[in-house]
């Protein structure tokens, strides 16, 4: 089956929506698919079978910044889809502009899938408006789609009106994994993890931040190291024990992270569909302490970690606290959560992606 999977947002840029499409596209090319994938793309390189178009432009939406092809010339997009005969043609967040409409009407011959990833608690009328406009136009035009999660599946449940299989997220589990460099050994402080684009406020990093500075007024002493593009201002940089190391774009190398911290942290305040970095935790066998929003509840066991209000930086530094004191717990916590994210490794998951793919393609072509 030849395949084109369309990214909406830079390929620069760290984002869950990108490296679930490349592990997807990994995935079915190592099962012998011809797959391709194609996004925004403002500098550098691309990985192989992955190509840029520019004209990107920033707009800030749900919480995050979102780099777009707003600009990209149609005619570039055209002559990449008259050069190649897709079967499928694979659309991510398929109502951002500019890039996937092109690939919808350049690509008249393939059969088209979606997989719906956003998820908000609150939508502006504007943006519900638009949502509604964009769909009536596009959706007649897919052949079949996907959400990542029942949140994700709900969001756009008004819309979308034909089946809608729940896919989720997935974790390479043999990059993601408790084993070898494991350097834990329960002495000295309890060591924390946050991971994220903590730029943009709804990842909550401020909260964490503010916890750590309970933590040390009350005497408990642990270490947060900060893992995520973003540049701290002095305030954020005199938190005691608190190291930010900026972007980190290797898997492996983030994988190490995981491995060196105690607990993983993820105090996100809202508009997340799925904890992909809850994910990463899981599966390097971390317990894990979360806000209790409807994204993170679809992918924690309770029994591997800790939910607490979002945006509560004083119940966030009481969990933190518990569970530095109950050390015994890490490891059965932790074995749980790898055992849980092992259901989610991405050749388990990928193959029901290209069922869809066929389901499409049989509409298509009957």
Request: glycine content about 8%; aromatic content about 8%; overall charge neutral.
């Amino acid at each position: 089956m030849r395949i084109c999977i369309v990214v909406p947002y830079d390929l620069t840029e760290e984002g869950g929506v990108k490296r679930h499409a490349l592990h997807v596209m990994n995935a079915l090319r190592r099962a012998g698919d011809e797959v391709e994938m194609i996004g925004p793309l403002r500098r550098g390189p691309t990985p192989s079978h992955v190509h840029g178009f520019g004209g990107v432009v920033n707009v800030p939406a749900n919480g995050s910044a979102n780099h777009m092809a707003l600009l990209v010339p149609p005619w570039s997009v055209r002559r990449f889809f008259r050069e190649r005969q897709f079967d499928v043609v694979h659309l991510h967040e398929p109502m951002v502009p500019m890039l996937g409409y092109y690939a919808l009407g350049f690509s008249p011959a393939a059969a088209h899938v979606a997989t719906f990833h956003m998820y908000a608690e609150a939508e502006p009328a504007a943006s519900r408006a638009a949502r509604a406009a964009l769909a009536r136009l596009m959706f007649p035009h897919l052949d079949a789609a996907i959400a990542v999660s029942p949140t994700a599946a709900e969001f756009v449940a008004p819309l979308w009106r034909r089946p809608l299989p729940v896919i989720p997220n997935g974790v390479p589990t043999d990059i993601f994994h408790a084993n070898g460099s494991d350097a834990r050994d329960g002495s000295g402080r309890p060591r924390l993890l946050f991971v994220g684009n903590w730029r943009d406020s709804r990842k909550g990093l401020p909260i964490l931040l503010e916890a750590c500075r309970r933590l040390g007024t009350q005497g408990v002493d642990v270490s947060l190291d900060v893992i995520g593009e973003g540049v701290p201002d002095p305030e954020q940089l005199e938190v005691p024990g608190v190291t930010f190391h900026g972007s980190i774009s290797s898997e492996t190398v983030l994988a190490d992270w995981y491995r060196k911290c105690d607990m993983f942290i993820a105090p996100a305040t809202g508009q997340e569909s799925f904890g992909i970095v809850l994910l990463e935790a899981m599966a390097s066998g971390r317990p894990v302490i979360c806000s209790d929003i409807r994204g993170f509840r679809d992918v924690l066991d309770p029994e591997g970690g800790e939910f607490v209000p979002a945006g509560d930086a004083e119940e966030l530094a009481q969990a933190i606290a518990t569970l530095s004191r109950t050390r015994d717990a890490w490891r059965p916590m932790g074995a749980r959560n790898r055992a849980r994210a092992e259901t989610y490794d991405w050749d388990r998951i990928a193959p029901r992606v290209r069922e869809v793919y066929s389901e499409a393609l049989a509409l298509k072509r009957p």
